[in-house]
Each structure stands twice: as structure tokens, then as C-alpha cells.
């Protein structure tokens, strides 16, 4: 998403720095409690944009520890302003992480998030981006890694194209979707669907919403072939495998 940088981006931000997440350094083993919710389910939203499912999600789930991640920070002045707009105090439960989803793994300890939310990523759609598509094995893994045994990851596009190469990257992980559709807001599962900025303007104009949705199975583990760690070779994602 490119935006102008916003005036007064820092102060607007921290007006709002109840809404954004401090890091100490370390990853979190227990996300809930920082957020001040012990036992609270944690949910993860990678690409948050301008927040308005966030905000909504957060509502809507009051009982949920709810980190919406976004690396534009302009971006997240608009997404922490939507949050502070609504009644004041309201909302207890979200906070917004500016970092990039490479580095989840530095923040989240693995095996600590319930559930993941990837709303209408960049489709990254010339020849030789296809690493940078937050659906690739690469970040598959660490998204699979950070889920509990049980955990869901949901994702929605208007890009066919970058839904069938999602959908192809997950077969290849040994993931099955229990929840595909092509036709989101004609399908049984509209009734829950929270919509995302993307989503409005996309459906607003026409075009079909793509949707998956997969729970990792319990005793997933991903292996990383430890001989290319130890000769520092470029990790790639083909020398995954995973095992059941
Ligand atoms: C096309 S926008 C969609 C925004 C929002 N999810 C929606 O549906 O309205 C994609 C968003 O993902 C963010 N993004 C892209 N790559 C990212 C990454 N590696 N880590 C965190 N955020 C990322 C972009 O900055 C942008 O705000």
C-alpha cells in the first residue's frame, strides 16, 4: 500500500500509544498476559493496512488478545486514530505491532498464537517476487510454527492468481483447507465475515473474494534440513519438509 507520509505522523502516534505494541526484545512466550488478558485466546493479523478489521475484530471478540501487524507506519497512525475514535476505553484488547512479518518469530514464541489473518496481502505479481508473497512456504512455515496444535489461518484476496499460488504453496506444506471458496460473499461462511478496506472497495466493484482457511494439525512440525543452517547457505523453502 503506498501512502503519503502523514503530518505529524509521531505525534498523531503517540496520542494513540495505548493502542501500539511496546517490544522488550524478546520473543513472547505467553502474548495473552502481556496484553494484560492471562488465558485469553491470541489472535495475529499480518498486513493490518489501515486497521478497520482490526478494530472490528476486536469488538467483536472482547474475550481475544488481538496483534494486528503492519510495517508502514503511516499506515498505523490511521489504524490507531480508528481505534482510539471509538468510544473512549472501549477497546482493551488490540494493539498494533509496526514490524514486518519477517521478523514474527523475534516477537511471538512459537506454538503461541490460537489464530492468523492474512487480509488482501500485496500480490507481488511480477516474475521473481514470488518469495515476497506473505503465502509462500517461507512464511508458511513461520506462521505454521507460531500457531498452537489446533490453530487456524485464515486468507482472503480478490487476486485469483495469488490465490491459487497460495493455494498451491499449502498443498506443498501438506496442508488441507477445510474452508475454500471462490465466492466468499455468496458462501455459508459470509454470516461471520468481517470485511477489510480492500474487501469493501474490491466487492464494491464487482470482483469475487477468494477465501481459505486451514487448521494446523496437532503434532505438525516443520524440519528444516539443519545441514544448510551449518553451512550458512541460503535457507530456501524447498528444503522444508514437513512431518505429521
Ligand atoms: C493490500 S494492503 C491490505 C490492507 C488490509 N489488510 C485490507 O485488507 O484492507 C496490504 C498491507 O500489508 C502490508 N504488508 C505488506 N507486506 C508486509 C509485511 N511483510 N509485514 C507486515 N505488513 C506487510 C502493507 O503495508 C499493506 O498495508
Redesign the pocket.
Known amino acids: ?1 503506498r501512502m503519503r507520509k502523514k503530518k505529524h505522523g509521531e505525534s498523531r502516534l503517540s496520542a494513540c500509544s495505548e493502542f501500539l505494541f511496546d517490544f522488550d526484545g524478546t520473543p513472547m512466550t505467553d502474548p495473552a498476559s502481556r496484553m494484560g488478558m492471562p488465558g485469553a485466546k491470541v489472535f495475529l ?6 486497521g ?2 482490526a478494530v472490528k475484530m476486536a469488538q467483536k471478540h472482547r474475550d481475544a488478545a488481538y496483534f494486528a ?4 507506519t503511516d ?1 498505523v497512525v490511521l489504524a490507531a486514530e480508528k481505534a482510539k475514535s471509538v468510544r473512549e476505553g472501549e477497546i482493551k484488547n488490540l494493539k498494533f505491532v509496526i ?4 521478523n514474527l518469530s523475534k516477537i511471538f514464541e512459537n506454538g503461541t498464537v490460537d489464530e492468523i489473518f492474512l ?4 500480490p507481488w505479481s511480477k516474475l521473481g517476487y514470488a518469495k ?1 508473497r ?1 503465502t509462500h512456504k517461507r512464511y508458511l512455515s513461520l506462521y505454521l510454527n507460531l500457531l498452537k496444535d489446533g490453530g487456524r489461518l485464515t486468507f ?1 484476496t480478490d487476486n485469483d492468481g495469488l490465490f491459487d499460488f497460495s493455494l498451491i504453496e499449502t498443498d506443498e506444506m501438506g496442508i488441507v483447507p477445510d474452508r475454500v471458496t471462490r465466492d466468499l460473499h455468496n458462501s455459508e461462511y459470509m454470516a461471520e465475515n468481517v470485511m ?4 469493501k472497495s474490491f466487492s464494491d466493484m464487482g470482483k469475487n473474494i477468494n477465501m481459505f482457511s486451514f487448521v494446523k494439525p496437532v503434532g505438525f512440525q516443520i524440519e528444516i534440513d539443519e545441514s544448510l543452517r551449518r553451512d550458512r547457505k541460503v535457507y530456501y523453502p524447498e528444503n522444508i519438509k514437513n512431518k505429521t
Open positions: 500500500m493479523e499480518i498486513g493490518a493496512g489501515k478497520g478489521f501487524m503492519e510495517k508502514v499506515c514490524d514486518t512479518a519477517d487480509n488482501f496481502s500485496d515476497r506473505l482472503k477489510t478496506e480492500y474487501e
